[in-house]
């Protein structure tokens, strides 16, 4: 299978100590990859660095064969993302946003644009302004961009933020669809511990900026009741348990 | 080149959607108007021509060249950075399969067409005001030369804005920009005031440099000086911005 994401010793560190240290780490052609971690584990630094939007201090990162820091169009050629809260421009409607994007790619017409908005429930917002937007409309709308070229890989950082039950189910089987129909490899940070074991084939966890194991689901699931319970174990036996975990656990 | 094309379709896109390019537009037509009104109440109550036809153009552009414009212009270069840096619009850009140089390229480019649109529409207007109040004394080279006066200004406003580009990419909010490179506006003016046998080396003092263009005989050696000590800032700024952008997190 295609190697889709080559993670080598990417070292990020900030002035108070947090970051990411020495990530090394191979993502497969149709795996959708559950990233999990604490806050400030270093998920969003290390998507950021994939991305292009942050520099490592050492190491790379190569998409599709291509380094991020050397050959950067073309290894983000087959890539969407959401980083954070997906901002849109407030001053254009929802169809110009992603109008703006589609240029980028030869291959993307209205259509395209009319099917994404279709796909996530937007289409009857396609003429309004996103300032008037709700948290879970941007990111339906962010979700809408990071697909509309249909990438091979989807870097999506906490893609359920702010949505509701209904679009939660939504975007979960719109990523298993892909995945399975188009073989689109996913790399996913997320809190939804609940929603990454239905979706996510295989785990990482990152702690302290450090990868702690990867593993496929279904082996985690052998061994754990639940995904969260692998995790608080994970977290456990590296130091510390953050306390909304412990509660639950 | 083709993801360069969209990216300036796109800044096009945003500069023409947003709000200020129509208050610029606007305040020309309002400050033209006035200009004119000024000058018809002159020639009227003291029975003094005031500016006529071409003169008028150049009247304009006298005004517009120390306020309107490098305001704008200003404005635009602030939106086109600090405002995406702030929204976080940026990332979005960034995450595409494009350069980031060939984003900041298409960003200074969209930029530079403004500041060309507003002077032409000024250019424009001011003629059309020109011709309908004192149509009877405008000739043709007199229109060429209002052409080649604005056409000109572009140089010193251009580079005034690759200057705002760089502040932009140096300080993080979009306000302390604006203060600072307002500051720096009028300090620079005041300081070519006090210290005229230096003013060539300031950046203000290029405003006006159109007059050179219109003298009698044309003074091709302080033209070139002018425009190379302009290219001068114009690289560094350029440079510098695109080193700080290119070298930015998000």
Request: some cysteine.
């Given at each position: 299978?295609?190697?889709?994401?080559?993670?080598?010793?990417?070292?990020?560190?900030?002035?108070?100590?947090?970051?990411?240290s020495d990530l090394t780490l191979d993502i497969y052609q149709g795996e959708i990859f559950g990233f999990l971690g604490p806050n400030g584990a270093g998920k969003t630094t290390a998507m950021k660095i994939m991305t292009g939007l942050m520099r490592p201090d050492r190491g790379d990162v190569k998409l599709f064969g291509y380094s991020i820091q050397e050959e950067y169009e073309k290894a983000m050629a087959n890539v969407g993302c959401i980083i954070e809260i997906p901002e849109a421009y407030p001053y254009l409607t929802a169809y110009e946003n992603l109008k703006q994007l589609a240029r980028f790619y030869s291959e993307v017409d209205n259509k395209r644009i009319d099917e994404v908005l279709e796909l996530t429930g937007m289409l009857r917002y396609k003429n309004e302004k996103p300032k008037?937007?709700?948290?879970?409309?941007?990111?339906?709308?962010?979700?809408?961009?990071?697909?509309?070229?249909?990438?091979?890989?989807?870097?999506?950082?906490?893609?359920?933020?702010?949505?509701?039950?209904?679009?939660?189910?939504?975007?979960?089987?719109?990523?298993?669809?892909?995945?399975?129909?188009?073989?689109?490899?996913?790399?996913?940070?997320?809190?939804?511990?609940?929603?990454?074991?239905?979706?996510?084939?295989?785990?990482?966890?990152?702690?302290?900026?450090?990868?702690?194991?990867?593993?496929?689901?279904?082996?985690?699931?052998?061994?754990?009741?639940?995904?969260?319970?692998?995790?608080?174990?994970?977290?456990?036996?590296?130091?510390?348990?953050?306390?909304?975990?412990?509660?639950?656990? | 080149?083709?993801?360069?094309?969209?990216?300036?379709?796109?800044?096009?896109?945003?500069?023409?959607?947003?709000?200020?390019?129509?208050?610029?537009?606007?305040?020309?037509?309002?400050?033209?108007?006035?200009?004119?009104?000024?000058?018809?109440?002159?020639?009227?109550?003291?029975?003094?021509?005031?500016?006529?036809?071409?003169?008028?153009?150049?009247?304009?552009?006298?005004?517009?060249?120390?306020?309107?414009?490098?305001?704008?212009?200003?404005?635009?270069?602030?939106?086109?950075?600090?405002?995406?840096?702030?929204?976080?619009?940026?990332?979005?850009?960034?995450?595409?399969?494009?350069?980031?140089?060939?984003?900041?390229?298409?960003?200074?480019?969209?930029?530079?067409?403004?500041?060309?649109?507003?002077?032409?529409?000024?250019?424009?207007?001011?003629?059309?005001?020109?011709?309908?109040?004192?149509?009877?004394?405008?000739?043709?080279?007199?229109?060429?030369?209002?052409?080649?006066?604005?056409?000109?200004?572009?140089?010193?406003?251009?580079?005034?804005?690759?200057?705002?580009?760089?502040?932009?990419?140096?300080?993080?909010?979009?306000?302390?920009?604006?203060?600072?490179?307002?500051?720096?506006?009028?300090?620079?003016?005041?300081?070519?005031?006090?210290?005229?046998?230096?003013?060539?080396?300031?950046?203000?003092?290029?405003?006006?440099?159109?007059?050179?263009?219109?003298?009698?005989?044309?003074?091709?050696?302080?033209?070139?000086?002018?425009?190379?000590?302009?290219?001068?800032?114009?690289?560094?700024?350029?440079?510098?911005?695109?080193?700080?952008?290119?070298?930015?997190?998000?």
């Amino acid at each position: 299978m295609e190697k889709v994401i080559e993670m080598q010793n990417l070292t990020k560190l900030f002035k108070n100590g947090r970051g990411i240290s020495d990530l090394t780490l191979d993502i497969y052609q149709g795996e959708i990859f559950g990233f999990l971690g604490p806050n400030g584990a270093g998920k969003t630094t290390a998507m950021k660095i994939m991305t292009g939007l942050m520099r490592p201090d050492r190491g790379d990162v190569k998409l599709f064969g291509y380094s991020i820091q050397e050959e950067y169009e073309k290894a983000m050629a087959n890539v969407g993302c959401i980083i954070e809260i997906p901002e849109a421009y407030p001053y254009l409607t929802a169809y110009e946003n992603l109008k703006q994007l589609a240029r980028f790619y030869s291959e993307v017409d209205n259509k395209r644009i009319d099917e994404v908005l279709e796909l996530t429930g937007m289409l009857r917002y396609k003429n309004e302004k996103p300032k008037r937007f709700s948290l879970g409309m941007k990111q339906r709308l962010g979700i809408a961009a990071a697909i509309l070229s249909r990438p091979k890989l989807l870097i999506l950082d906490e893609p359920l933020n702010g949505l509701d039950v209904e679009g939660m189910i939504q975007i979960r089987k719109l990523i298993l669809n892909l995945a399975e129909q188009e073989q689109t490899t996913f790399f996913i940070s997320s809190h939804l511990i609940h929603d990454v074991e239905l979706t996510c084939n295989k785990i990482g966890v990152i702690y302290n900026g450090m990868l702690l194991n990867v593993q496929t689901t279904e082996d985690i699931l052998k061994n754990y009741a639940t995904l969260e319970n692998y995790f608080v174990s994970e977290v456990e036996r590296n130091g510390r348990v953050p306390s909304s975990i412990n509660q639950r656990a | 080149m083709a993801v360069f094309q969209a990216a300036l379709i796109n800044e096009l896109e945003k500069l023409r959607k947003k709000k200020k390019a129509v208050v610029a537009i606007v305040l020309s037509l309002l400050m033209t108007v006035i200009g004119q009104l000024l000058v018809l109440g002159v020639r009227m109550g003291f029975g003094i021509r005031g500016a006529g036809s071409t003169d008028f153009s150049m009247l304009v552009l006298s005004f517009a060249v120390n306020t309107l414009l490098p305001l704008f212009a200003v404005l635009v270069a602030i939106d086109s950075f600090s405002g995406e840096f702030n929204q976080n619009t940026m990332r979005t850009t960034l995450t595409r399969p494009i350069s980031r140089f060939k984003i900041y390229a298409a960003k200074v480019t969209a930029i530079g067409i403004f500041i060309l649109v507003n002077l032409a529409f000024l250019s424009i207007l001011s003629l059309v005001f020109g011709l309908v109040f004192s149509g009877d004394t405008m000739s043709f080279k007199g229109v060429l030369q209002v052409i080649l006066a604005y056409g000109v200004s572009f140089f010193p406003i251009f580079i005034l804005a690759l200057g705002v580009v760089l502040l932009a990419n140096v300080l993080k909010s979009g306000t302390s920009v604006f203060f600072v490179a307002i500051l720096s506006f009028i300090i620079f003016k005041g300081l070519g005031v006090l210290f005229s046998q230096y003013s060539g080396i300031l950046l203000t003092s290029y405003f006006d440099w159109y007059n050179l263009w219109l003298a009698s005989s044309m003074p091709w050696v302080k033209i070139l000086r002018e425009f190379l000590l302009m290219l001068g800032y114009g690289l560094i700024f350029f440079t510098g911005a695109y080193y700080l952008f290119d070298k930015k997190e998000f």
